[in-house]
């Protein structure tokens, strides 16, 4: 089974979210279990760096507004790789979307058609002599991949589509259609037409054989009005090619027993490390010794996140005698709003402003919790993350924070007889304030009982979020798709 991964970012090299992690871990999961996976990414300037063993470029020809385009055969991650060579597209450094005004490049339609289309070249078999059996689209810069293999017609590679957020769709006006050089009749409602605009999203929804995304819950959810962005229709009408597959962790970036950004390794068995972690964080963050519990966020600052209801629920966190040590960037609105919390609370609320992925990576060991109170969440990492790490996760119960985090805190009638035995975390139902400031309650309640938290602490250190169970879903899809290859 041979699969083009269609993407934009990989971590180390590249990253601005999950989707990086997705990319660093999910195609050697798939390559170990017999996948002949090869990467597809523009040719950013980070990615062109990070890329060893380059060979020949193969010259695509004049594409997408450009004199020449051509493919860099390479490895990445140690994965076999092509970069798309565009300089004129992609050689700008940074954010891959966003120029440095922080507004998206206004030829982003140009910028990700060319890497559609370019997937789409390889069903002929005359790149490298490879010739996919499927090819496999992440997000909407891929979304145009499908539509590119529909328009060449006859026996072309199948093809999947992961939503990995629907709320970033790439839409664009009507007058980007001519450039995409696909039949006309693609710009209707039977296509990539979405409101009177050109949507990359709903190309991917709409041409992919097999349309994914990164949780069951998600994909549950995104057939409602509440979370489909407006394409739950046509998720519903496409809900027989629709699954939810859970994204995992990668165990060899994500292991506290091995983490070099840690003050002291730690692990279920010995861990006895993670008081000298938080002690280093509280340090580091200038946060005063304390007897609650430290609650730790690394997150984008968007709306999705529902860090704004974290901020109305400091007193809950104070009432528990709790302290908040937080990474993020993003919203300079929600930024502000922050760096005010930890101006009027000194000692007890530290933010760092900025991406610091060693830093990340010390939030997680140095917490006792972690809170992701997102209003919508395809997956999300940090809640695995933090459970891994021994930070009991305080989330929504919504897409996959609800199918990997379970109440562990609820106490009164109906509640099991010994709650850490099933659950691993705080769950709340609705995102407002007060729902979340009552799971603070019960995370401050269970923080009373250190036997009863270490239960669940545990329970959290020993699961198995690693990659081969998802490898595994995607590799019996594509099989569902090409049964003969
Ligand atoms: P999303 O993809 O919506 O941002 P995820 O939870 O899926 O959310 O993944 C977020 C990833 O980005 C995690 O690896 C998290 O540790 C990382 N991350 C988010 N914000 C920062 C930051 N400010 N600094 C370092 N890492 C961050």
Request: with cysteine; glycine share 14%.
């Amino acid at each position: 089974m041979r699969v083009l991964y269609v993407s934009t970012e990989v971590h180390p090299a590249l990253k601005t979210g999950g989707l990086a992690d997705v990319n660093a871990a999910l195609p050697g999961a798939l390559a170990g279990i017999g996948v002949d996976v090869a990467l597809l990414l523009p040719g950013f300037p980070a990615l062109m760096e990070a890329a060893s063993g380059r060979g020949a470029p193969v010259r695509l020809g004049p594409a997408g507004g450009c004199d020449q385009v051509s493919l860099v055969p390479c490895r990445l991650g140690g994965m076999p790789a092509w970069l798309l060579d565009a300089p004129a597209l992609y050689d700008r450094p940074g954010n891959p979307y966003l120029g440095p005004d922080g507004h998206d490049w206004p030829d982003n339609a140009r910028r990700f058609a060319l890497l559609g289309w370019a997937a789409a070249r390889f069903a002929d078999g005359g790149i490298g002599g490879w010739r996919p059996d499927i090819v496999h689209g992440h997000d909407w810069h891929a979304g145009l991949a499908a539509a590119y293999l529909r328009a060449r017609g006859g026996a072309v590679p199948g093809s999947v589509f992961t939503v990995h957020n629907l709320a970033y769709q790439g839409s664009f006006p009507a007058t980007t259609f001519p450039q995409l050089d696909l039949p006309p009749h693609f710009f209707s409602m039977q296509g990539l037409e979405f409101h009177g605009a050109v949507n990359f999203m709903k190309a991917g929804l709409f041409y992919a054989d097999r349309v994914t995304t990164v949780s069951p819950t998600y994909a549950r959810e995104i057939q409602t009005a509440e979370h489909g962005f407006g394409m739950e229709g046509l998720l519903r009408s496409r809900a027989g090619a629709l699954s939810g597959i859970l994204n995992g962790v990668d165990n060899a970036e994500w292991n506290p027993a091995r983490d070099r950004a840690l003050a002291a390794p730690f692990s279920a068995d010995d861990p006895g490390g993670k008081a000298l972690c938080r002690k280093a964080l509280r340090a580091e963050m200038g946060l005063d010794p304390a007897r609650g519990p430290l609650f730790g966020v690394v997150s984008r600052m968007t709306a999705q996140k529902g860090l704004d209801l974290l901020l109305e629920a400091m007193p809950a966190i104070a009432a528990i005698d709790g302290q908040v040590a937080m990474l993020g960037s993003g919203d300079v609105a929600l930024e502000a709003a922050w760096q005010l919390a930890a101006a009027s609370h000194p000692g007890r609320v530290a933010v760092k402003r900025g991406y610091d992925e060693a830093l990340a990576h010390r939030i997680f060991g140095g917490a006792d919790i972690i809170a992701v109170p997102s209003r919508f969440e395809p997956c999300g990492l940090t809640q695995m993350y933090g459970l891994l790490y021994g930070a009991l996760p305080l989330v929504r119960n919504t897409g996959g924070l609800a199918d990997t985090v379970r109440e562990a805190g609820r106490a009164g009638a109906g509640a099991p007889a010994d709650p850490a035995a099933t659950g691993n975390g705080f769950v709340f139902d609705l995102p407002r304030a007060a729902d979340l400031s009552a799971a603070i309650e019960r995370a401050g309640a269970l923080w009373q009982s250190p036997a009863a938290w270490r239960a669940v602490q545990q329970a959290g250190m020993r699961g198995d979020f690693g990659w081969g169970k998802a490898a595994g879903r995607y590799a019996a899809l594509y099989r569902q798709i090409r049964p003969a290859a």
